[in-house]
């Protein structure tokens, strides 16, 4: 029997109102007037959806009707309907680019304003006539890289603000030296300095679809503290002896040094040498111009570090897949520009191996500092923790995986792993695609915390599947990275016994500045969104949705809902809703061409599937049918613009341009990591069998957390809610 206890709380009062701006449009001119010519007070429509009408006193109301303003509340009568607000500040015309942008950051309470005099005051110069150089006071404090390692990154195309590279050399007793080199920002930005102060406030970089926000001021981001190729930098590094066939690590050192990087390369270039492919050496700068002897020698060397380091990253991955790690998948949609700014394509991220070569070097670092600050400082480290998702949010991807035949285990991270990858689907690969995506949807975020605040056993990474991890490899753009510098220091003086310097944050406000910046992490993260979403609706908004073959595209059935569908558009990376029955209370009818239209009839929603029927027959849509929508823009006055898809056809769509066609992910990476699996799991099988050591504690070795507060769940639902906002009136 089960017994529901149920808690009664009153509000007793209020200790600090959560003040904040509101996006908000004046009602149409006839709406004005129809209030009265003497009537000041105004009903403004907020950008949001979720907040009410607010009330406003102004006598602008007709002037600016086509704008968007910021509004404030100030209270709210019990007997109205309505809370009062007052006026702040005008953003735009409603529809220009800046005016969109601006609502997107208010909506996000992100402040970006200049950088003060103050802190520009605090910057090092760096001009042709006084040229940044190395201090002759912080050589005999840093490791020198400069002639010994080649060091090089690997970026995207055009990036700026350069926060790691790596290196990688045989040493002469055959192992191999590993090296994560991180741009040493805390040399420059010194504690509770001004600059530090808006770094703290600012907590993150913000990126979006065709600008960023700094967190710290250009001479550092875009120029002292990036590693750019052939000048001398200052770094945090870290670097492993590895066993020179299994990569087991043999000693790693952590500490400040002096690099020259040599190559400042991007993905698509390093991975064309991966592949042997020599062609796109003439877009290597540091190459181009070079000849003969020389150039080949240089190329060996650079071929032989990426093939090395792709190795070892195969080895690392193979590693954290024994132990549960997720290959998760999530749609990173890019907003390519011409040269006057205008949109010229929206093109999804295609995975590449040396993607995956970069993020496994990465995680290795903040691993291993993650491990260091916590051994040196176990009640007031900054970690960052993963829980385990609640089995109900794995519902849809269970129920949607059995539809295809396939059964998915989510009882540990291991389980979950090894069912996805089982999940495949020959003849469609975008399947196990959709299947990851489900997965990453059920998924709780990753959260900074202070170690002291936490017993040991929530600070697993159930993603990841590590035991301890931070953020260390990124300090020009997160600022939990600063922190953890800091503490990286700290724990390496005192390992020689030296006095700290500064004295490290306590646990109480270590995890006050966590909530901090885990709050502005999620407004950045649905800032970038919601850009994203803008230009995508500023893409096809001049394209005439029936003539324009590119709002034409196939969509794939994700979720099924009882009054329509929820598609992925493998073409430009969009998720959304497409109705089966519209307002006039029509069902679609698929004719025997495929082609479909509105007719009176009834729609029957099952676990996997949706059937149609009108007097002219019936039509079921399974999950994971291909189908062809027409993408147009919903436009609305008061609120931000939406991509609006309807079904035109009941077959898959094939575009004319093969172009325009969805890679699919590289199979040779997927296959070398599973090589490496299969090696490893046969040697510890033979090993283990020689020593019959038996195998103990599972709850232990994938780190299973315990459930959360009601409070919790419930957030993490409203935040699963938002993920699909343009399918919010779909019945669930």
């Known amino acids: ?323 549960g790690a997720l290959e998760l998948e999530g749609v990173e949609v890019r907003v390519q520009l011409d040269a006057q700014k205008n949109i010229a394509a929206l093109v999804p991220r295609q995975p590449l191996e040396v993607h995956e070569t970069v993020a496994e070097c990465m995680i290795l670092a903040n691993h291993w500092v993650a491990k260091k600050i916590w051994e040196r400082f176990p009640h007031q480290a900054l970690l960052r923790h993963h829980p385990q998702p609640r089995q109900e949010f794995f519902t849809e991807l269970v129920e949607c995986a059995k539809a295809k035949g396939f059964t998915i285990d989510t009882r540990s991270n291991k389980s979950l792993a090894d069912s996805l990858d089982r999940a495949v689907d020959p003849a469609d690969p975008l399947v196990n695609k959709l299947l990851r995506f489900m997965a990453t949807q059920a998924m709780s975020n990753a959260l900074y915390f202070s170690t002291g605040a936490y017993p040991e056993e929530e600070y697993y990474h159930y993603g990841l599947a590590l035991e301890r991890y931070t953020h260390f490899t990124s300090p020009i753009r997160r600022y939990a990275d600063i922190v953890v510098h800091r503490l990286l220091m700290a724990a390496i003086l005192r390992d020689k016994g030296a006095e700290l310097r500064e004295t490290p944050a306590s646990n109480k406000e270590l995890e006050e500045l966590a909530q901090h910046i885990n709050s502005k992490n999620k407004a950045a993260q649905h800032a970038q969104k919601q850009s994203t979403e803008l230009f995508q609706c500023m893409y096809f908004k001049d394209k005439d949705p029936v003539t324009d073959e590119r709002c034409i595209a196939d969509a794939v059935i994700y979720s099924i809902r009882a009054n329509g569908l929820l598609v992925f558009v493998p073409r430009y990376g969009i998720k959304g809703a497409v109705y089966l029955k519209n307002k006039e209370g029509l069902v679609v009818c698929v004719n025997p061409d495929g082609s479909c239209e509105w007719k009176p009839g009834t729609l029957k929603r099952f676990q996997d599937r949706i059937s149609s029927t009108t007097a002219d027959g019936s039509e079921t849509f399974p999950l994971f049918q291909h189908i062809t929508v027409r993408i147009s823009v919903q436009a609305s006055r008061s609120h931000s613009e939406s991509i609006r898809m309807e079904i035109i056809s009941n077959k898959p769509h094939k575009a004319s341009d093969p172009q325009l066609h969805c890679d699919t992910p590289h199979p040779a990476r997927a296959d070398l990591v599973r090589e490496v699996i299969r090696s490893a799991e046969e040697a510890q099988q033979a090993e283990e069998q020689a020593s019959r050591a038996a195998l103990a504690g599972e709850n232990q070795e994938y780190c299973q957390t315990q459930g959360k507060s009601l409070y919790s769940l419930l957030e993490e639902i409203r935040e699963l809610a938002l993920l699909d906002i343009s399918a919010a009136s779909l019945t669930p």
């Open 1 to 323: 029997m089960l017994c529901w206890l149920t808690f009664l709380g009153t509000v007793v009062g209020i200790i600090q109102r959560n003040w904040r701006d509101y996006v908000v449009t004046f009602p149409p001119k006839e709406e004005v007037q129809s209030q009265g010519k003497n009537s000041q007070k105004i009903l403004v429509t907020p950008w949001d959806y979720r907040i009410p009408k607010i009330r406003i006193s102004t006598q602008q109301a007709e002037t600016l009707q086509d704008h968007r303003v910021v509004a404030r509340i100030d209270s709210w009568e019990s007997t109205s309907l309505y809370p009062n607000g007052h006026f702040v500040r005008v953003l735009g015309k409603a529809g220009d680019l800046e005016t969109e942008v601006a609502a997107i950051l208010v909506e996000n309470n992100i402040q970006v304003p200049p950088f003060s005099e103050a802190q520009m005051r605090e910057m090092p110069v760096n001009n042709p006539e006084s040229p940044w150089r190395v201090e002759s006071e912080q050589e005999p404090e840093r490791l020198d890289l400069r002639e010994t390692h080649l060091v090089f990154s690997i970026d995207p195309q055009g990036c700026e603000d350069v926060d790691d590279t790596l290196s990688v050399r045989r040493l002469a007793n055959g192992n191999v030296e590993l090296g994560v080199h991180i741009a040493d920002v805390t040399h420059f930005v010194k504690l509770n300095s001004y600059t530090d102060l808006e770094a703290r406030a600012r907590a993150t970089t913000y990126y979006l679809a065709d600008r960023r926000y700094d967190m710290l001021p250009p001479i550092l981001s875009a120029d002292l503290c990036s590693l750019l190729g052939s000048v001398d930098r200052y770094a945090m590094s870290v670097m492993w002896e590895l066993d020179k066939s299994s990569y087991e690590v043999k000693r790693v050192w952590y500490g400040r040094t002096i690099i020259r990087s040599s190559y400042k390369l991007f993905y698509e270039a390093a991975q064309a040498l991966l592949d042997g492919d020599w062609s796109v050496v003439e877009q290597i700068p540091e190459l181009a111009g070079l000849g003969g002897e020389t150039r080949q020698e240089k190329l060996d060397q650079l071929v032989w570090a990426i093939g090395s380091l792709a190795d070892i990253a195969r080895h690392l991955r193979a590693k954290r897949d024994r132990g």
